[in-house]
């Protein structure tokens, strides 16, 4: 049965049927007909055959003047739906499918019985080959959020940058086991004793995904690049010369010392990229990008992201031959009572699982490295301005009692990014007098104050709004997904930060072009923190470094200027049959390239 016969079925079941008259004859007129399948009464006459032919109604056409037509619903609408919505997920249209539950499944319980069937869909597959070689393991996945961007020049959320390690590799790489630099596309490097000029050395033989061979070219292409207009132009800083000076080696030479260039080189955003795009224009590459990573590009969709294993990797290949990660839309979210099958994680958006508490199931459990907080706007007016006002909201916004009443992922109060420092701090008891006291200096005029979020914080900040309001203060929660415009335009907002490389990334989230603070600090804060990130550069030993970046982290806490909130983590179950995953990678993720099943390699 072809998918439009039943999609059309569905739509004059959807005008016409009364479920309360099941297989009971329905009056309709041609006319009615045709405006609910805009179509001509001719195209009409030949749907009603083919859906006749089908077995799917009867119709009854009325004879002479004043007779009505009447059609007969065979087929139970719950039943079809589901059959199209999952013959549209099989082929990889998982947008379609969605659609069709959206716009047909009211009043059915189609959804769930859906999301039940795409729990046995997602996990661990093997798919015969048409060409008789050996089964394509597959991996499906579902994740619940959209992919913004791929390129090292603008990467900046953690699900992106994770996407990024597949499809590309670094010069350098950060050992979270062991805590120490470790080669990648360099096998070795050096630096000068005044961090003023680094040199690295390429592998041989490296390859992209499209055979060409990687060269010192492709280093100098791929940094002079971020040099330009980039978000992530920060990862350049002080960066005055990029040299190839041979086919296998790069110099890099600063006008400011930076003694940990090494630990930037480890970043997403770092990632190595052809010279001049492999000759394609931006938008083309960006499509299907070529890079040198464990995994190609094969195919990426609003709902559908296909990644396959590059067996020219110069490490070692994938277990997995193919990766494929399935966008949830938000609305199916809180249907869903489990995710995959293989795989379950639980990650903001996505609820916990329910099926994987047995003894069997592997669990690994995770605190995250960063925190969320909330950051007010210093470029806009309102009561925020007034020290005393951020000190007030600081202490309405207890993460003791967001953590107590919220739960989930939420572990313990943030006292700074780090975790560490905020285990060790001990929480000041909170005073209604001295909030008081605070509001009074403060002497706000009643001003709505507008909180702008991304949806998978919106539970946290509508706690954050109710706890202002019982203090008289009015604050608008604005959802703002991935669009920095709506972010600027509020007076704060609350986000998260994940440290994946550590103190790297803690300057990242003052640096990143699309980063909270770049947007909300004003000149004479931004100036500051450039000076003290200088300073953190150039000190020689991780003591010093950290002391200095201290001070960034104390001045905006003590200043109210930052409101750190709760640090989190992440959980995920995995099937006894999974090998290959100890523990999620520093952006809470199952790194791909070494998952593969017991149970299917023992067939």
């Known amino acids: ?31 009615e007909l045709s405006d609910a399948l805009f179509c001509s009464k001719r195209n009409t006459r030949l749907i009603l055959q083919r859906l006749e032919e089908e077995g799917l109604i009867d119709w009854l056409p009325g004879r002479g003047r004043g007779h009505r037509s009447r059609m007969v619903f065979h087929k139970d609408k719950k039943e079809c739906l589901l059959a199209l919505a999952c013959n549209r997920a099989e082929s990889g249209d998982y947008k379609t499918a969605f659609e069709l539950l959206g716009t047909y499944g009211d009043g059915t319980d189609a959804k769930e019985k859906f999301l039940a069937w795409l729990d046995g869909h997602f996990g661990y597959r093997q798919e015969e080959r048409g060409d008789g070689s050996d089964p394509c393991d597959t991996l499906v996945y579902p994740i619940v959020q959209q992919v913004v961007s791929i390129d090292p020049a603008d990467v900046n959320y953690s699900f992106d940058s994770h996407l990024l390690r597949q499809l590309f590799d670094r010069l350098l790489q950060f050992d979270e086991r062991s805590g120490k630099i470790v080669a990648g596309l360099a096998y070795h490097w050096t630096s000068s004793s005044d961090a003023m000029e680094w040199t690295f050395f390429l592998r041989k033989g490296v390859l992209f995904h499209d055979g060409r061979e990687l060269s010192a070219n492709d280093v100098v292409y791929s940094f002079e690049r971020l040099l330009g207009d980039t978000k992530n132009r920060w990862l350049m800083r002080g960066v005055s010369e990029i040299t190839a000076l041979s086919r296998l080696v790069v110099r890099i030479r600063l006008h400011k010392p930076n003694r940990i260039l090494d630990r930037f080189m480890c970043t997403a955003a770092a990632s190595i990229i052809p010279a001049e795009l492999a000759g394609q224009q931006e938008e083309t590459f960006w499509h299907r990008p070529v890079g040198t990573g464990p995994f190609r590009l094969v195919s990426s969709t609003s709902h559908r992201i296909r990644l396959e294993a590059f067996s020219g990797y110069y490490q070692s290949r994938p277990h997995l031959d193919r990766v494929d990660l399935v966008v949830v839309p938000e609305d199916f979210r809180s249907d869903a009572a489990d995710a995959p099958d293989v795989i379950h994680t639980n990650k903001a958006g996505w609820p916990s699982n329910n099926g994987a508490s047995g003894e069997d199931w592997q669990s690994i459990e995770q605190l995250c490295g960063g925190c969320t907080m909330l950051s007010w706007n210093f470029n806009r007016k309102g009561a925020h301005q007034s020290e005393a006002f951020r000190q007030a909201v600081r202490m309405i916004l207890n993460p003791i009692d967001l953590i107590e009443e919220l739960g989930g992922d939420r572990v313990f109060p943030a006292f700074g990014f780090r975790r560490e420092a905020s285990q060790r701090h001990i929480a000041q008891p909170f005073s209604t007098e001295n909030v008081r006291a605070a509001l009074r200096h403060a002497g706000c005029d009643g001003s709505p104050m507008r909180i702008a979020v991304h949806e998978k914080y919106e539970t946290d900040a509508r706690w954050i709004a109710d706890r202002l309001q019982q203090w008289g203060i009015r604050a608008e929660v604005i959802i703002s997904g991935t669009c920095l415009d709506r972010v600027v335009e509020a007076d704060c907002t609350m986000f998260g930060i994940v440290l994946a490389e550590d103190e790297v990334c803690e300057i990242e989230a003052y640096e990143h072009g699309s980063c909270v603070m770049q947007s909300y600090m004003d000149a004479d804060r931004l100036g500051w923190i450039s000076e003290r990130i200088d300073d953190a550069l150039a000190a020689e030993s991780e003591e010093l470094r950290r002391g200095v970046l201290q001070q960034i982290e104390g001045r905006l806490r003590d200043e109210a200027s930052v409101l750190f909130l709760t640090h989190r983590k992440h959980n995920t179950y995995l099937h006894p049959s999974v090998r290959g995953v100890s523990k999620l990678n520093s952006l809470g993720w199952v790194d791909f390239k070494d998952v593969w099943l017991e149970q299917l390699r023992l067939q």
């Open 1 to 31: 049965m072809q998918i439009q016969t039943i999609e059309r079925y569905l739509i004059l079941y959807d005008r016409f049927a009364d479920i309360r008259l099941a297989g009971s004859p329905m009056e309709v007129t041609m006319e």
